[in-house]
């Protein structure tokens, strides 16, 4: 399964880059984070409860950041899995400024296996296009309720339940 796609946030590159490099901010981002705890450098096993019908469950696994090129870049690996299947997969961030604001491009591939590899790959896309958007739509109120001069904490702790598309869709 391959992903990618865009956000536009309003905020500067170097805010958009601290807030995706801050294990509390991406706790209070992630759809379902229980747990992130860092366990070594740029590397983080988590807990993740999803709540979306095609990939119920809870799942646990290890997030490795590398190739990092501050404030514009960096690779992205995850290894995960549940009762219901494992996932696999990595991926590029890369943030551009333009007109003020920050813009995110995404893309990745993920390999999922076990029985939620058997619920479709559109049903698979459509979960990844909602979790997606939820995270980013979150991170966007996190960097807001910081340049407001909160902790980010104010901000909403667990983004909507309503699937939303991001800017541009993932690829097939």
């Known amino acids: 399964m391959k992903i990618a796609?865009?956000?536009?946030f309003a905020a500067s590159r170097e805010e958009v880059?601290?807030?995706?490099?801050?294990?509390?901010?991406?706790a209070r981002?992630?759809?379902g984070c229980q747990?992130?705890?860092?366990?070594?450098?740029n590397e983080y096993e988590s807990t993740l409860k999803i709540g979306l019908q095609a990939v119920r469950g809870v799942y646990s696994g290890r997030v490795k950041i590398d190739?990092?090129?501050?404030?514009?870049?960096?690779?992205?690996?995850?290894?995960?899995?549940g009762s219901n299947g494992f996932l696999r997969g990595s991926g590029s961030i890369q943030l551009r400024e333009e007109n003020g604001h920050t813009i995110l491009d995404y893309g990745g591939e993920a390999q999922v296996g076990g029985t939620i590899a058997s619920v479709g790959q559109r049903l698979l896309d459509g979960a990844a296009k909602t979790l997606i958007s939820q995270s980013l739509k979150a991170l966007a109120a996190q960097i807001e309720a910081r340049r407001a001069g909160g902790s980010g904490?104010?901000?909403?702790?667990?983004p909507?339940?309503?699937?939303?598309?991001?800017?541009?869709?993932p690829a097939a």
Do not use: C, M
């Not at 880059?17 to 991406?26: D, F, I, M, S, T």
């Not at 190739?67 to 899995?81: A, Q």
């Not at 904490?153 to 667990?158: F, G, I, T």
């Open 35 to 41: 747990r992130l705890e860092q366990v070594g450098e």
């Open 29 to 31: 981002t992630i759809p």
């Open 67 to 81: 190739n990092l090129h501050p404030p514009e870049s960096y690779e992205i690996h995850v290894d995960g899995k």
């Open 17 to 26: 880059w601290a807030a995706l490099n801050n294990p509390e901010v991406l």
């Open 160 to 169: 909507a339940a309503a699937p939303a598309a991001p800017e541009t869709p």
């Open 5 to 8: 796609g865009n956000y536009t």
């Open 153 to 158: 904490s104010e901000a909403v702790a667990e």
